[in-house]
């Protein structure tokens, strides 16, 4: 099958220039220049399928970097499966997802990566890859990170939240980053300080503070801020590169901005929902509506400025790439769990539908360029994660992983309109997007284009990865 995408503009994070895309089986085969000719041959002429892209951006198919599909969290599960959970992905313009295998203590890290691997098979609609969760970190498990390169994983994530389920103290985290630093493996934090939480918690809870809005006084900044400082001067002692994920405070990014600026391999991600959400906003809302809002790191107050130096790190580089942290759970007998208590609300928020529209958004605004668009959210997670020229670019060679944009369009998100996530509300609800994702292509197959959804569970391919492609 040979498709020639026609008329539009290619961007990748480098620049963008008018030319047709040529599409041969799974790959890109060649980026002409307009009007497609080679060597005087009408390309248009020899392909099975046109698609005119004219006055839309032709852009390598999104990579979302953290999502939990079907995770085991807060005494439910996510509510999308990887089957639901990579449709709605697709619906969006994402390609490849990076979820997250977990190992608990007294587990074996190779039974949770098979687990996942079990979970994921045959399901997927897009492709899809894994980082490892070392939940319990010990002999064991040390011992287990040895194979985990030639399993094609090349990431782990530690917690410093979570006490008695994730949890890593200081010990742990020192030997899981001294053994990552000898692999090569790139360490990954959930940065906030989690025994600390706890206290707050309880003391807030015993004072008759039960609404989600104390899920944010709790998991205050100063626990963010702290956490991510010892985790640089932990990996910087051992030489681990460290990847943070979630960050929501500007401290943190102040933190990780100081850091770089030493040269320490240090990398902060964002997610839209601490660039557009706030404590007061929607935390705060009334009733129980802030439940919809509960996730960790938790949304930050606007007044205090730091969903404005979110959208500033991105431009800055101290902040390279936005991921969705893909956590969905529904009201109804999941969200509900945390009525009268909101330290019992499951954490997480669904947004892996919605990342490119709401990234775009930030070009309509001015926050960052096209090209930064699409690097923060392809470009640099397909680096950082050992997938790039696999994904995350429009080139000869590169699967044809491909999403032609319409900035003209429009697109209303919000349940009834555009939501494919398993879940019975949207933390996206009402947001208008000057912008449209028009066509999707999986390695050349067609996802989703005029006609609605083509994708079929199972399409997707694990993608085993290299190590990390990215410095300071
Ligand atoms: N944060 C969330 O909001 N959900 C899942 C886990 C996490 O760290
Ligand atoms: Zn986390
Ligand atoms: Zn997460």
Redesign the pocket.
């Given at each position: 099958m040979k498709t020639l995408i026609r008329g539009g503009t290619v961007v990748n994070a480098t620049g963008r220039t008018p030319a047709d895309v040529l599409v041969d089986g799974e790959t890109i085969a060649a980026v002409l220049a307009p009007g497609s000719t080679l060597l005087g041959f009408d390309v248009a002429a020899h392909v099975d399928r046109v698609v005119d892209a004219t006055g839309k951006y032709v852009v390598p198919g999104g990579v979302d970097a953290h999502t939990?599909m079907e995770?085991p969290?807060g005494g439910t599960n996510?509510s999308d499966t990887f089957e639901t959970g990579t449709r709605a992905a697709a619906w969006g313009g994402t390609t490849t997802i990076v979820d997250f295998a977990v190992q608990r203590a007294g587990e074996r890290v190779q039974d949770g990566l098979a687990a996942w691997h079990e979970k994921a098979a045959g399901n997927c609609a897009v492709d899809y890859s894994f980082h490892q969760i070392i939940g319990g970190v010990d002999a064991d498990s040390l011992a287990a990170m040895d194979s985990l390169v030639e399993e094609g994983i090349t990431s782990f994530k530690l917690?410093m939240?979570?006490p008695g389920v994730?949890y890593s103290d200081d010990a742990q985290i020192l030997r899981a980053m001294q053994k990552a630093a000898d692999l090569g493996l790139l360490t990954m934090m959930?940065a906030e300080n989690g025994p600390a939480i706890d206290v707050l918690v309880s003391q807030l809870l015993a004072q008759g503070k039960t609404d989600p809005y104390y899920h944010g006084v709790a998991r205050a900044w100063q626990m963010e801020e702290e956490a991510t400082h010892r985790a640089i001067m932990l990996a910087h002692l051992t030489g681990s590169p460290l990847y943070v994920?979630?960050v929501s405070a500007k401290q943190a990014v102040e933190q990780l901005a100081a850091a770089r600026d030493r040269g320490q391999n240090v990398f902060g991600e964002t997610c839209p929902q601490y660039l557009y959400l706030s404590l007061e906003e929607h935390l705060g809302a009334p009733g129980f509506d802030g439940a919809k809002y509960?996730?960790?790191?938790p949304l930050r107050s606007r007044a205090e400025g730091h969903q404005d130096h979110m959208w500033q790190g991105l431009r800055t580089n101290d902040l390279q790439m936005v991921s969705t942290?893909h956590?969905p759970f529904c009201m109804k007998g999941q969200k509900e769990l945390g009525l009268g208590d909101f330290s019992k609300i499951?954490?997480?928020?669904g947004s892996v539908e919605h990342r490119m529209d709401l990234m775009y958004q930030g070009v309509v605004t001015g926050e960052i360029t096209l090209e930064r668009w699409v690097e923060v959210t392809s470009t640099t997670p397909a680096r950082m994660f050992g997938m790039y020229g696999r994904k995350g670019v429009i080139a000869p060679g590169a699967d044809a992983d491909v999403v032609v944009y319409d900035p003209a369009g429009h697109t209303s998100i919000g349940l009834g309109k555009t939501h494919h996530m398993n879940m019975d509300h949207s933390a996206w609800e009402g947001f208008e997007i000057d912008g449209h994702v028009d066509l999707v292509l999986s390695r050349g197959r067609v996802l989703v284009d005029d006609d609605g959804y083509h994708g079929t569970p199972g399409h997707g391919r694990f993608v085993k990865r290299d190590l990390t492609q990215y410095l300071v």
């Open positions: 939990h995770l969290f996510a917690f939240a979570y994730f959930h994920v979630h509960v996730c960790s790191t942290d956590c499951p954490n997480g928020i």
